[in-house]
């Protein structure tokens, strides 16, 4: 039954996707903005998961919530330098920012460190059980356990809490919610705070997936992630995660198919189909807009 064992390594791969599409979705239900550098605040995420399992001795948890914490702290700084200025520009503005903090990022952590590549230490048990007559990987199935808690935690943050209600609102109706006394600033902060700890999460999980971290690994994934997020429909959480999993899941079958070679181009064609028969996503609705 190699097709089981195909599955559960593309769900867990799109739940990496899952995570960092997150950040984007949370964001652009906010503010309406592409948060183009969020790949990159996955980049960093794996290297500070990294050099604190190789440097500090850190066991895989502990560099996974260290990296978590400052990724929030990261995302909240790239928020109030970068984008708070232009809540009031145009859209265009706001993206090319986007992109301009990408680079800067990118770049930055070449300089520092350099474009060498790193591996990741095996820190988690990698061993094979059966289900079904199909070899399925421990550590596949507590990345997924790990990326699912993730999410669960997320919607009760979301759903339950006192800041979810004010994003919410604040997604809703930004000048209305100002009214009502919630402090929009503080919000979009924790907004970005924790789309960019979940991001930080998926770079140190992927980094134990893959193996190997270099400084431009952000691209791709954080491409794809944009693709699962409009997959779902950008702006709804619900949507982030099932786009990123089946995003997943697709990659897995292609790959499983002989055509490894467009493994990442399938992620682009969903995303021009989509565009073209489904612009709302999944789970999004079509209503107009006012320009």
């Not at 265009?92 to 930055?108: D, F």
């Not at 491409?223 to 897995?252: D, H, Q, R, S, Y």
């Amino acid at each position: 039954m190699e097709w089981i064992q195909q599955i559960i390594n593309g769900i867990s791969l799109g739940s990496i996707y899952a995570l960092i599409a997150l950040g984007y979705t949370m964001v652009y239900g906010i503010i309406k903005l592409i948060n183009f550098a969020h790949g990159d605040v996955f980049m960093v995420g794996a290297f500070i998961g990294f050099y604190s399992i190789t440097a500090w001795g850190l066991s895989f948890f502990p560099a996974l919530l260290l990296s978590m914490a400052a990724c929030a702290a990261f995302g909240v700084l790239i928020e109030r330098i970068a984008y708070k200025r232009l809540r009031n520009a145009t859209r265009i503005a706001a993206l090319i920012t986007a992109i301009g903090v990408s680079l800067l990022i990118e770049y930055g952590v070449i300089y520092v460190r350099g474009a060498q590549p790193e591996a990741y230490p095996n820190i988690l048990p990698n061993t094979s059980i059966n289900f079904l007559g199909a070899k399925i990987s421990t550590q596949s199935l507590l990345i997924l356990l790990i990326s699912v808690t993730l999410m669960v935690i997320l919607q009760f943050i979301v759903h339950r809490t006192k800041i979810g209600k004010a994003m919410r609102a604040v997604s809703h109706d930004m000048d209305a919610a100002r009214l009502m006394g919630i402090n929009v600033d503080r919000t979009i902060s924790a907004t970005f705070a924790i789309g960019s700890a979940l991001a930080g999460a998926g770079g140190v999980i992927f980094g134990v997936y893959y193996t190997k971290i270099e400084p431009l690994m952000g691209i791709i994934p954080g491409l794809k992630a944009f693709v699962a997020a409009v997959l779902g429909g950008i702006g709804i959480i619900p949507g982030a995660m099932v786009g990123g999993l089946l995003l997943g899941v697709v990659e897995t079958i292609v790959s499983a198919l002989g055509y490894s070679l467009w493994r990442d181009a399938a992620a682009f064609i969903i995303l021009i189909l989509i565009l073209i028969f489904r612009p709302s996503g999944i789970f999004g609705k079509n209503t107009r807009e006012k320009v």
